[in-house]
């Protein structure tokens, strides 16, 4: 399980370092790709198939399955961990989550997100927690 919050920046050539902790758990490879709220999903290998099972399992005749399918693996790719810990995030994943130079990664359970650090500051507003838990209650989450 991923948790904690780490601040890295990312180099010119799009190089980030992965913190040991995510590491450990990730393997020397693993997958990135588009998440939601313009972030990066990082998934180790086992949950990657996994959540590639959910979507083989969608029915391909809905536009929006389609859609939400292409969305994830279009820009998906294995990134492998270097000598430094780093991974490169290719172009077109660094212009999806606007990565630039100061990057946050936050683990939130079954995967990694990498956020660009100013985006992830408006997005990590917490004020609402209360009509969000009435969400949540909704759904069948209770604590």
Known sequence: MFMGTYNHTIDAKGRLIIPSKYRDVLGDTF????GLDGCLFVYD????????EKLRNLPINSPDVRKFVRFFLAGACEAEVDKQGRILIPANLRD???L????????V???VEIWDKSRYEGAATYDDMDEVTAHMTELGFII
């Not at 997958?31 to 588009?34: G, I, K, L, R, S």
């Open 96 to 98: 999806f989550a606007a």
């Open 31 to 34: 997958v990135v790709t588009q």
């Open 109 to 111: 359970g079954g995967r």
């Open 100 to 107: 630039e130079k100061d990057v946050v990664l936050i683990g």
């Open 45 to 52: 290998n086992r949950e990657w198939q996994i959540f590639e």
